[in-house]
């Protein structure tokens, strides 16, 4: 004989199809819903970082990015023209904003985010169609072919940036594999025609990068964890 269970519900893993029983009402969660969950957790964890240590366990009570800087807002905001001069450098980060050369996707998607989520608190909205292109714009050369694709396409300033980002994930490992592929072949290259020209009595100059290796540039403004503590502190 099978004791009667408790009422419960049954929910679905969307992302892998697994179910399993919970007591309790049933939630559902599509894809974009647990995708929007991740990010929302990245662009928190980045804001923490952020903070001096003195103050990170003060803050962590916060659950959402947005209620973490709406909080790091209200502590130090500072007067209209500090606001103001805070602004614009968010605007200015923006418009710099470039991948840097040894970051992964998600660490450009998840930089590109926390600037336009600071943004979006002090109520600069950006345009669907100009956030995606920037994103893409902003990635490193070895991704030129699938950039100019996806700018193309006709539904881009519809598409959410977390979107568009699942979909160039996809593609990271096969354009990894093409920028070792070309590095060693331009390594070797170099090396064979330097090893030539000292045969003949000559030196050559070979250059030693390719423009599918990624080019980091330092005039980029970045959001690096002193930066951030040094802008929040201000």
């Known amino acids: ?7 419960s519900t049954t929910t679905t893993d969307t992302t ?4 399993g029983t919970k007591s309790g ?11 929007k969950k991740k990010n929302d957790v990245k662009k928190r964890a980045t804001l923490l970082l952020s903070l001096p240590d003195e103050h990170q366990l003060r803050f962590s009570k916060y659950k959402t990015a947005r209620e973490l800087w ?8 500072g007067n209209e023209a500090t ?27 998840t930089r590109l985010q926390v600037i336009v989520g600071q943004l979006q608190f002090m109520d600069v909205e950006i345009e669907q169609d ?15 072919m699938h950039t100019i694709v996806w700018r193309n396409r006709s539904d881009l300033d519809t598409m959410s940036l977390d979107d568009l980002y699942n ?11 093409k920028s070792e592929i070309n590095s060693q072949n331009m390594a070797f290259i170099s090396s064979a025609k330097y090893n030539n020209g000292n045969e003949d009595g000559n030196t050559v100059c070979v250059p030693t990068a390719s423009t599918n290796v990624p ?4 005039s980029v403004a970045t959001i690096s964890q002193d930066t951030a503590c040094a802008y929040i502190a201000s």
């Open 70 to 77: 709406a909080a790091i807002l209200k502590t130090f905001g």
């Open 25 to 35: 009402r049933t939630v559902t969660l599509t894809p974009e819903d647990m995708q």
């Open 167 to 177: 979909h160039l994930k996809v593609y990271e490992s096969e354009v990894q594999k």
């Open 215 to 218: 080019i980091a540039s330092t």
């Open 83 to 109: 606001k103001k001069t805070k602004k614009n450098l968010l605007k200015q980060q923006y418009g710099n904003f470039k991948a840097e050369g040894s970051k992964t996707l998600e660490q450009t998607f």
């Open 1 to 7: 004989v099978v004791p009667e269970s408790s009422p």
């Open 130 to 144: 100009d956030l995606n292109q920037k994103f893409l714009t902003s990635l490193a050369p070895e991704w030129l």
């Open 16 to 19: 892998s199809g697994e179910t």
